[in-house]
């Protein structure tokens, strides 16, 4: 995938990215390392929720990294699309939720700012 607002994530991109930061760049890798790692989760049940989250942060290559690491941790297609799912209704949740700020709105008396 490469387009302009996604540049496709070459060897010669991320060599660049490592030789700007290299410090920030190894910490980050240690980092996601040790999160992804078996603890109280395992780590299939850890790439399904970063499927799940990489949809609704919308980042296209944590979409594809994770969908991809999930299948290597054994993870089905039903139940990657069921984690889909569970970010599709828990963003769609927050605007229900947060609509009640709209009701509580339209039922105060109108101001000269409103």
Do not use: N, Y
């Not at 920030?24 to 992804?36: I, L, Y």
């Not at 699309?81 to 569970?86: R, T």
């Amino acid at each position: 995938m490469s387009d302009l607002h996604h540049p496709k994530p070459t060897k010669a991109l991320l060599d660049h990215r490592q030789a700007l930061a290299p410090g920030a760049e190894d910490a980050f890798r240690a980092f996601s390392k040790a999160v992804f790692a078996a603890g109280a989760l395992d780590p299939r049940t850890k790439q399904l929720i970063a499927v799940a989250v990489a949809h609704v942060t919308q980042c296209p290559w944590c979409i594809e990294g994770h969908v991809k690491a999930a299948r290597r941790e054994g993870a089905s297609s039903e139940e990657i699309m069921e984690a889909i799912w569970v970010a599709a209704e828990m963003r769609a949740g927050a605007a229900w939720a947060h609509s009640l700020k709209a009701v509580e709105l339209l039922d105060a008396p109108k101001t000269r700012d409103s």
